[in-house]
């Protein structure tokens, strides 16, 4: 049941990515690029992704299960470190030079959209490499 619903969940997810604009690449280089023709919109889609989300995380975070049965997997820390600041850099950056972050890769990746396909194997390149240097980095601290 919980394949069924991350299956459903992934699906509306990408619907509404497609939906949105935020899958095409270009519309999110014209958000991004404020000293150019900058385009607002996708600032009121998330705005309305935040507001659709807010009371489902408000929700979640008063639970120890989810409606599945499956433990919240909510997120502990909320410290603001070096790693969290450079992962960001590094997203943000990744953003800005291709226009495409994770998700809509993966929803433009049966499109045949080649940049779509060389970003989800670096994106698949930076997992393994961030596994690796994880696991070096918690031998040598010894967790």
């Given at each position: 049941?919980?394949?069924?619903?991350?299956?459903l969940?992934?699906?509306?997810f990408g619907l509404g990515?497609?939906?949105?604009?935020?899958?095409?690449p270009?519309?999110v280089?014209a958000f991004?690029?404020?000293?150019?023709a900058w385009?607002p919109?996708?600032?009121?889609?998330?705005?309305?992704?935040i507001?659709?989300?807010?009371?489902g995380f408000?929700?979640?975070?008063?639970?120890?299960v989810?409606?599945?049965g499956?433990p919240?997997g909510?997120?502990?820390?909320?410290?603001i470190d070096?790693?969290?600041v450079?992962?960001?850099?590094?997203?943000?950056v990744?953003w800005?030079?291709?226009g495409?972050?994770?998700?809509p890769?993966?929803?433009?990746l049966?499109?045949?959209?080649?940049?779509?396909g060389?970003?989800?194997?670096a994106?698949?390149?930076?997992?393994v490499?961030y596994?690796?240097?994880e696991?070096?980095r918690?031998r040598?601290?010894?967790?």
């Amino acid at each position: 049941m919980s394949r069924v619903s991350a299956l459903l969940a992934g699906l509306l997810f990408g619907l509404g990515l497609l939906l949105s604009g935020m899958a095409d690449p270009a519309k999110v280089l014209a958000f991004l690029d404020l000293a150019g023709a900058w385009d607002p919109s996708l600032a009121l889609v998330m705005a309305a992704a935040i507001a659709v989300a807010l009371p489902g995380f408000a929700l979640a975070g008063r639970k120890q299960v989810s409606w599945l049965g499956l433990p919240m997997g909510l997120p502990a820390g909320r410290d603001i470190d070096r790693r969290l600041v450079g992962g960001s850099l590094l997203f943000g950056v990744g953003w800005g030079i291709a226009g495409i972050c994770p998700g809509p890769a993966l929803v433009l990746l049966p499109t045949g959209h080649w940049q779509a396909g060389l970003f989800v194997l670096a994106m698949l390149a930076g997992m393994v490499l961030y596994a690796g240097l994880e696991a070096r980095r918690r031998r040598r601290s010894g967790n």
